[in-house]
């Protein structure tokens, strides 16, 4: 059934309670695919839903309008997963105009191949519904160089896209019905790690341009997840997180192949304790990257342990740092270790990585040959003690 916002605005997306992967992340708690319906003189639609979810969305629309009675479609982004219905709610619907950005009328012409009513929009680009009006931003690299968000101005709903989402299905629709909020919040922390993190000083640019614009949110409308009805919480937690804030918290994150390189993170991260700063162990091919990555967002500390396997990193090193590397994570401060046997060569790549990276290296890296002595295990320990006293502000 579609749930209504407001008077005459309505949910009509589509629940996947089975996806398991998206953008290379696991997504434990399926998702959502958000999009709304507005009923005035110009019946408009925001966005549509992925390709095998449009039966679902025009049955929802149906319970409230013919779906071939709207006018006016409007399209934040062009990734399939929110276009993939376009082409075939478009040859039902018949629309007498497609709104979308610059970018957005390139993309979706250049993957649909399709002559469709393009209007073209900008940032501060107005329309009027009839008793309604709805306000344009261009959010471009948020996180495609199309995207832009649609505010409702009577109504102070912001349809936002994919910003303050979340991969989540739920029989809720609201963040002040889930009866589990700290996991729900878990999960836009995550999506935020893994998707926009790259893009913290254009979250907080957007932000600025909310304020000069005197934008007031009564209801953020994600196009994943729960629709935010309390949005100060998000709103708080996006500028620090654009902002690149940290905590005193540092994650070892490190693989081991006969159990040197782990004894080393365990002397490690004894010593971390030691200085009380807030510590996560996470051992590569046991934990998916995307949710060490949900951490690395927050953590000002990072070490990384790797054996050398080849001449070369441990593989799993190599792609969590491949991942990572996309990702371009602000402020931390970062050390390698590892341990070897007749060539050493993972810590200087890992180093050589994390450089590349802008991370800043406060420890040239150290390694045991074969197995770290008990000597050695102590000195570790008291390694990552001063790492911890001397980067985190403890």
Known sequence: MPIELAPNVFWVGAIDWDIREFHGYVTERGSTYNAFLILDDKITLIDTVKKEFVPELLERVAAVVDPEKIDYIVSNHVEMDHSGGLPEVMARVKPEKLFCSAMGKAGLSRHYQ????????KTGHEISLGRRHLLFLETPMLHWPDSMMSFLK?????????????HFASSERFDDQTKDYAAYFHQLKKYYANILMPFGSLITRLLNSVDQLHLDFKL??????????????VLTAYRKWGAG????????????????????AQALINGLIDAGAETLPYRLRRTHYSDIVTDVLDAGLLLFGSPTLNN??????????????GLRPQHKAAACFGSYGWSGQAVSQMNQILEAMKIKLVHEGFQCKYLP???ELVEIRARGEHLARENLKL
């Open 312 to 325: 070369t990193m441990f593989p799993s090193m190599g792609e969590f740092l491949t991942y990572l590397q």
């Open 373 to 375: 002595t008990l000597h």
């Open 245 to 264: 804030e940290v905590e005193p918290k540092a994650l070892v994150i490190y693989d081991t192949m006969w159990g040197s390189t782990e004894l080393m």
């Open 114 to 121: 399709s002559d469709w009513p393009f209007e073209e929009v």
């Open 154 to 166: 009577e109504e102070q709903i912001l349809f936002s896209s994919d910003g303050f989402g979340a």
């Open 220 to 233: 953020i409308a994600p196009d994943h997840g729960l629709l935010l009805r309390d949005p100060g919480k």
